[in-house]
C-alpha cells in the first residue's frame, strides 16, 4: 500500500499575536467605575421612561372620561348630572389605579357643555404626584325643524 500525505495549498491563517506580561494593568477596577457612574444614569432614564409613560396613559384616560361625559351632557335632553354620571361611570371601568383622587366637575349652559376631570397620577418618584387635569366640551345638541 501507497499511503500519501495531504498536503493543503495555502498556508493556515496568521494567529494573532498573544500578550504577554500585565496588558493594561493601570486600568484595573475601570470597569467597576464605569458600572458605578453608568447605572445611576441607566436607571434614570428607566424609570423618567416609565413615568412618562404612566402620565400619559392617566392622561388620555382623563381626556377619554371628560369626552364621554361631555358626550353625555351634551345630548338633547342631557343634563350636567348625565355628564358627571358617564365621566364617573368611565373612570370606575378603568379602574382606580389609573387615575387616583378624581374629581369631575360637569356644567351645562345654553349652547354648550363641559366637563373636567383632575386627578392624579402613581409615581415612581417618591414624595412627587403628577396632577392631571383635563377638560372637554361640546356643542348641545339641537333639533331644528
Given at each position: 500500500m501507497h499511503a500519501t500525505a495531504t498536503h493543503s495549498r495555502h498556508p493556515p491563517p496568521p494567529r494573532p499575536p498573544v500578550?504577554?506580561?500585565?496588558?493594561?494593568?493601570?486600568?484595573r477596577g475601570s470597569g467597576t467605575i464605569q458600572l458605578v457612574v453608568l447605572m445611576p444614569l441607566l436607571f434614570?432614564?428607566?424609570?423618567a421612561g416609565v413615568q412618562g409613560a404612566m402620565f400619559y396613559h392617566a392622561r388620555t384616560v382623563a381626556i377619554a372620561a371628560a369626552q364621554e361625559g361631555a358626550r353625555a351632557a351634551a345630548a338633547q335632553n342631557g343634563t350636567a348630572h348625565d355628564g358627571h354620571a358617564a365621566a364617573a361611570a368611565f373612570l370606575a371601568q378603568v379602574g382606580e389605579d389609573t387615575l387616583r383622587?378624581?374629581?369631575?366637575?360637569?356644567?351645562?349652559?345654553?349652547?354648550a357643555a363641559t366637563v373636567h376631570v383632575v386627578g392624579s397620577t402613581l409615581s415612581v418618584v417618591p414624595g412627587w404626584t403628577p396632577r392631571i387635569n383635563q377638560s372637554a366640551s361640546m356643542p348641545i345638541e339641537r333639533l331644528t325643524g
Open positions: 500578550l504577554r506580561g500585565r496588558a493594561g494593568a493601570g486600568e434614570t432614564l428607566l424609570f383622587g378624581a374629581t369631575i366637575t360637569a356644567d351645562r349652559t345654553a349652547t
